[in-house]
């Protein structure tokens, strides 16, 4: 009965959390080893052992809460929502953490919270990871060689937000993990299990479409000026 | 280089990601043409902007405190094992009963070319539908509230077959997620028995015959019929599950498509 009750439960959630391995993943789909794996049945060493797993996620990922939210709140466009979703990664990401050995935490960690972001959204918006990319206003833009250099200041800090707001999550995922978050390509492709070249063509083209929505909001408002 | 070149590798180039090849023909590229150099600052503008404006979402102070009580509360976990809730208890019973069941010589394993991964989502699946109260989403006896209410919750439209004839009354249906997806799970019932019928389309959409597989006291029978991936999942019977599938696979196979039989292996 003892055997049942250490090993049960455990392997049973690692069941229901269970995602494939990807071919190409490197952190996507943790094949679960519980923190308290090693120690075996319940006793001091656990509790020693808890006490380091806890120290050690203090020290490695806690301090990436703010990236954490900061794309949670960009991919769900919602306060509460993304606190739900922060707080569900990172109960995850303590029961993944020993699979963790080192390495960039925070993009191991901006990981889990982009999956559990798209498990939120598959649940609750499902419509918004259908939406597509609207080829030909992008088409238009390419076509019309920017006529004028961009003139940004903080007045227009409003209108970056909605144009961000207004791409599809795919595109603004990209925009928030390189222009807000300073990632590299090459981890933005390991986090969102893209090739280099696809995140590179996405930024593109959601930057090109920011552009084009700053551009015109300004024309409307200097000819409202007028 | 042209212009149509350069555009494309305009944003590697500002994002400094180019190799030094590619950046250096860019940069005589911009030296000699106007409108690409435009497109440049163009996007080092907006580059700047959304960097220096304040975009960036910033944690209420609150949210740090309840992670961090979420993590100590997980962690408090991890250390009294034998700590007990409802749904561990039922799990610890439900796996007394296994080991009566391996112990009495029940245990049935046919072989069959099964997915590990899907079946042990699908076994999580259905013990989480049982344990944490959540076996429907939907209930409704009848198949014509069953099926229009997955419009709209998942991409595909599954099949919802009337059953009480069989001896399989139609209890509801629920969302689920299994195998990186959203799927559709029906419910079903004989006696006390509760059978979830995960349904969502095949991947690779080819005819698959019936494999019947038995894995911690729980029978379970997977094919592939008309583009659509079935698991069924039960304590019923191995032959029980296997007349439920027939009768899943009567009202689902298209009449002109050969029907699909068991492959016995065991």
């Known amino acids: 009965m003892v055997g049942i009750k250490v090993c049960l439960p455990q392997s049973l959630s690692q069941r229901m959390v269970h995602r494939r391995r990807r071919p190409g993943r490197v952190w996507g789909a943790p094949c679960v080893r519980y923190p308290q794996q090693s120690t075996g049945s319940g006793g001091k060493g656990d509790l020693v052992h808890a006490h380091t797993t806890r120290a050690r996620f203090e020290q490695c990922i806690m301090p990436h809460l703010a990236a954490a939210y900061n794309l949670a709140r960009w991919l769900t466009r919602h306060e509460q929502d993304a606190e739900d979703v922060v707080q569900e990664a990172y109960l995850r990401a303590y029961k993944f953490f020993g699979n963790f050995h080192g390495g960039d935490s925070r993009a191991w960690l901006l990981t889990i919270v982009r999956h559990t972001c798209y498990t939120w959204l598959r649940q609750n918006r499902a419509h918004e990871l259908t939406a597509e990319f609207d080829e030909t206003l992008h088409d238009v833009v390419r076509a019309d060689v920017n006529p004028e250099t961009l003139l940004l200041h903080d007045a227009q800090q409003q209108l970056l ?58 024309h409307t408002e200097a000819k409202r000026g007028l | 280089m042209d212009c149509d070149e350069a555009q494309g590798l305009l944003h590697g180039y500002v994002d400094d990601e180019l190799d030094v090849v590619s950046s250096r023909a860019l940069t005589q590229h911009l030296q000699a043409c106007p409108a690409c150099t435009q497109a440049y600052e163009n996007q080092r503008a907006l580059r700047t902007a959304l960097r220096t404006s304040a975009l960036y979402c910033t944690p209420p102070p609150s949210l740090l405190k309840q992670v961090r009580a979420t993590v100590r509360r997980a962690s408090r976990a991890d250390t009294r094992p034998m700590r007990w809730t409802w749904g561990g208890l039922s799990v610890a019973v439900a796996m007394a009963f296994v080991v009566l069941l391996v112990g009495s010589g029940g245990l049935i394993h046919r ?28 209930l409704s006896a009848d198949q014509h509230t069953v099926k229009p209410w997955f419009e709209g919750h998942v991409d595909f439209a599954p099949p919802v077959p009337d059953l009480t004839a069989q001896g399989f009354p139609l209890i509801g249906g629920r969302l689920d997620y299994l195998d990186d997806r959203p799927v559709a799970a029906l419910v079903y019932k004989r006696q006390q028995h509760v059978i979830n019928l995960f349904v969502w389309p095949a991947p690779s959409g080819a005819a698959r015959p019936e494999s019947a597989v038995t894995r911690h006291g729980y029978n379970l029978v997977q094919w592939t019929s008309a583009g659509m991936t079935y698991w069924a999942i039960s304590t019923l019977n191995a032959p029980e599950m296997e007349a439920f599938a027939h009768g899943v696979q009567q009202h689902t196979t298209p009449p002109s498509a050969p029907k699909s039989r068991g492959r016995d292996a065991g």
């Open chain 1, 161 to 218: 937000r909605q144009a961000l707001e207004a791409l599809p999550v795919a595109f603004r995922e990209v925009v928030i993990m390189r222009d807000l978050e300073g990632l590299s390509y090459k981890d933005i492709a390991s986090i969102t299990d893209l090739p280099v070249g696809t995140v590179m063509s996405r930024l593109a083209r959601a930057r090109t479409r920011l552009q084009q929505y700053v551009t015109t909001h300004l």
């Open chain 2, 111 to 138: 072989r069959s070319p099964i997915d590990e991964h899907v079946l042990q989502d699908v076994m999580a699946g259905h013990v989480r539908s049982l344990m944490v109260n959540h076996l429907t989403d939907v």
